[in-house]
């Protein structure tokens, strides 16, 4: 009869221990970090929704001027082709910045759709993040305070 060694079986039984601790930790590891990534964006859309209500409250209170309203975010207001557009550009922490150091941009697009007899100045808003795209974006209506 051939004589096996405890040892030999204590080995094995290591290598699977191991091997076991070895994939909850992977599994663990991959938890952790969409966690990480799921908590970035969720605070990304956070500071969107804010910037995007702080700027729909600027174009409300100045009755649909893009130029006012741009004064008070900090913006840039250019007309191209007949449209109207109001850019104002963040960093990382939500401060407004110049254009070649911005991670997110606000962007408030004239929609010419808006209707003069009932003093209606329209638009649409939208926040993107730089090298991902677009974060949240929705129509905004205000009353025009000309005749």
Known sequence: MKYRSKSTLFLIEQLIVIAVFAICATACIRIVTSAYFYAIDTRDISNALLIAESGADSFKATGGDYWMAGEMLGGVVENSSGTTTLTVYYDEHWQVVKNGQAHYILRLTA????????????????????????IVSFPIAAITSSQ
């Open 111 to 134: 929609d010419r759709s808006g209707d003069p007899i009932l003093r209606l100045s329209s638009g649409e808003l939208s926040i993107e993040k730089v090298d991902k795209g677009l």
